[in-house]
């Protein structure tokens, strides 16, 4: 798994699951309020789909 944090505190997490990978988006206060819909096939696809949907940092 590789995450990272935001500027605003938000922790994106990028990690592999039975499907795919998937990205997951944790508040500050541990809620989780965003995730992947779908698996996605190549790592960097899924990278790109957190980007567009609010991403900023870099995911080591």
């Known amino acids: 798994m590789a995450s990272c944090k935001s500027t605003n505190g ?11 990978w998937r990205w997951r988006r944790t508040a500050a206060n541990g809620r989780i309020f965003g995730s992947a819909t779908q698996g996605y096939s190549n790592r960097q696809d899924c990278i ?6 609010g991403m900023t940092c870099n995911p080591a």
């Open 10 to 20: 938000d922790t994106w997490e990028i990690y592999s699951a039975t499907d795919g």
């Open 48 to 53: 790109d789909n957190a980007r567009r949907n």
